[in-house]
């Protein structure tokens, strides 16, 4: 079977969320551990991020096919380039992070994503297809991807037209339901488009027996 990576598209980290886990007061879970040792980013940024990146993590950990010593999951950071989702952040990768923008044009943010695009690449293979699980509407990060990886980029043309949360939903319940959606390649794709009926709820998990 091909090989396959997923790269997936950054949280926010200078949202609300964010406040919650760099107070020093904060005693919740993720926060101590944050504090104390480092948790993985994939935990951290679902935090951040809510539907739209759980969906993201749990569907790449479904469905990834890495290359051997490859992450099947990983990270587009603002600040650190592309890291595998289970490496640990602290509260300092955190708020460098928080401190630089999501920017094509800024190369604090630029030369990192770069640099490991181009080792990706290397690493993978030619044969490997990357996967991107993001906004192709935006070119913040697509078109330097385009440029690193040509038509080995691909990515689900159903997110053509939905938001975050659609996009979120989408990728949960194929993670749940064990159903992988179609990739086509980013270079010369539709990627804007009406915004699509929306999914229907997922059931609820219920509880308290069989009544």
Do not use: W
């Not at 980290?13 to 406040?19: D, M």
């Not at 980029?153 to 938001?163: K, N, Q």
Request: positive net charge; contains cysteine; glycine residues 12%.
């Amino acid at each position: 079977m091909t090989p396959r990576v997923f790269l997936l598209s950054p949280a926010s980290c200078r949202g609300l969320r964010a406040g919650l886990l760099l107070r020093d007061a904060a005693r919740f879970d993720l926060a101590v551990r944050l504090r104390e040792g480092g948790a993985p980013l994939g935990e951290v940024f679902a935090f951040l991020s809510g539907l739209y990146f759980r969906g993201k993590l749990a569907y790449a950990t479904r469905f990834a096919r890495p290359p051997q010593f490859l992450s099947g999951a990983l990270v587009i950071t603002p600040s650190r380039g592309i890291v595998p989702a289970e490496e640990p952040v602290g509260l300092a990768d955190l708020r460098g992070f928080a401190g630089v923008d999501i920017d094509a044009r800024n190369p604090r943010y630029r030369q990192p994503l770069e640099r490991d695009a181009r080792r990706l690449r290397a690493q993978a293979g030619e044969e490997a297809e990357i996967v991107l699980l993001g906004s192709v509407a935006t070119g913040k990060y697509v078109d330097l991807l385009l440029e690193v990886f040509g038509s080995r980029l691909l990515f689900p043309p159903d997110f053509v037209g939905r938001g975050d949360m659609s996009r979120g939903g989408l990728l949960l319940r194929g993670a749940r339901e064990g159903r992988e959606l179609p990739y086509v390649a980013v270079a010369g794709a539709v990627r804007h488009g009406p915004r699509p009926p929306r999914l229907p709820q997922l059931p609820r998990p219920r509880f308290g027996g069989d009544a």
